[in-house]
């Protein structure tokens, strides 16, 4: 089994940037296995939406268009702890944001897609005011 927590949300100012990360527990992701994690959103009234991934063999990641070049996903694979490091916020951006994990192969097309992951932690809450 896998646990996933996320942390760091919070209130911030249109153009502001927050750093949101998400320990995992229960097993060790090898930097040379099959897995993706990733993270989502899901803002009041709307559909769990796609924002970043990172596919494992090769830490190569993926973004959806609203976020590319604003927000950045990593992992610290020491610590076992993804982290997405987001600039320019919006308040478009307001939503819960959710860590995610795969133990398998995705592809490119399966990561963005919400029901692909098997593990899912609480979420942690961001809001952007104008």
């Known amino acids: 089994q896998v646990q996933l927590v996320e942390s760091g949300g919070g209130l911030v100012q249109a153009g502001g940037s927050l750093r949101l990360s998400c320990a995992a527990s229960g097993r060790t992701f090898s930097i040379f296995s099959n897995h993706v994690m990733g993270w989502f959103r899901q803002a009041p009234g709307k559909e769990r939406e796609f924002v970043a991934a990172i596919r494992w063999p090769g830490g190569i990641t993926h973004y959806a268009d609203s976020v590319k070049d604003r927000f950045t996903i990593s992992r610290d694979n020491a610590k076992n702890t993804l982290y997405l490091q987001m600039n320019s916020l919006k308040p478009e951006d307001t939503a819960q944001y959710y860590c995610?994990?795969?133990?398998?192969?995705?592809?490119?097309?399966?990561?963005?897609?919400?029901?692909?992951?098997?593990?899912w932690g609480q979420g942690t809450q961001v809001t952007v005011s104008s």
């Open positions: 995610a994990a795969r133990l398998s192969a995705m592809t490119a097309t399966m990561m963005a897609m919400a029901g692909g992951y098997d593990y």
